[in-house]
C-alpha cells in the first residue's frame, strides 16, 4: 500500500478518497488532482489507467454516494479520462480493496456512517413541493 503525501492540506472528503484509492494495489493508477499534484498508485503491472480530477466536489460525490456519486461526477465533468474502459478496468481489478464500489466484500465503517448521514438527511426533507426544492 502507498500512502499520499501532499503538500498541502486535504479537504476532510478528499482525504477519505486518497486514503482508498491508495489500497488498490493492483494494475496502476495515474491520479491527477485539481491543485497539478500527480501520483501513480498500484503495482504498475497490468492494467493502467488515468484519471485528471478537475474539481474538488468530485471528492465528495465519491464519498456520500460511491460508485454513482463517481459516475455522475465523470458525466457532470468533475473528472475526465483517456480512457474510460480502462479506468473501469482498473476499478474491478482492485474490488476486493475498494468499500465504496458496488460488489466490494470490504466495508468502511467511515464511508457507511457518512453515507447514513447522507440518506437521514433526504429522510428528514419534507415530501411536500417546497421540500423538494432542496
Same mark, same amino acid.
Given at each position: 500500500? /502507498?500512502? *499520499? &503525501?501532499?503538500?498541502?492540506?486535504? #479537504?476532510?472528503?478528499?482525504? *477519505? +478518497? !486518497?486514503?482508498? !484509492?491508495? %489500497?488498490?494495489? /493492483? ?8 491543485? =497539478? ?8 503491472? =497490468? @492494467?493502467?489507467?488515468? *484519471?485528471? @480530477? ?16 463517481? =459516475?455522475?461526477?465523470? +458525466? ?6 483517456? $480512457? *474510460? ?18 460488489? #466490494?466484500? +470490504?466495508? #468502511?465503517? &467511515?464511508?457507511?456512517?457518512? %453515507? ?10 419534507? $415530501?411536500?413541493?417546497?421540500?423538494? /426544492? /432542496?
Amino acid at each position: 500500500m /502507498r500512502t *499520499i &503525501a501532499l503538500t498541502r492540506k486535504k #479537504s476532510f472528503y478528499e482525504g *477519505i +478518497v !486518497l486514503d482508498l !484509492l491508495s %489500497k488498490m494495489e /493492483r494494475g496502476s493508477l495515474n491520479l491527477a488532482l485539481p491543485s =497539478g499534484e500527480s501520483f501513480l498508485l498500484g503495482d504498475q503491472q =497490468g @492494467i493502467s489507467a488515468s *484519471i485528471a @480530477i478537475k474539481d474538488p466536489e468530485f471528492f465528495k460525490r465519491c464519498v456520500l454516494y460511491g460508485d454513482i456519486g463517481f =459516475g455522475e461526477a465523470y +458525466v457532470d465533468g468533475l473528472w475526465d479520462t483517456d $480512457n *474510460i474502459t480502462q479506468v473501469i478496468k482498473w476499478f474491478l481489478l482492485n474490488i476486493n480493496n475498494a468499500p465504496g464500489i458496488s460488489g #466490494s466484500t +470490504v466495508k #468502511s465503517l &467511515a464511508l457507511n456512517l457518512l %453515507k447514513l448521514f447522507n440518506k437521514a438527511s433526504h429522510w428528514k426533507r419534507a $415530501n411536500t413541493l417546497s421540500g423538494s /426544492r /432542496r
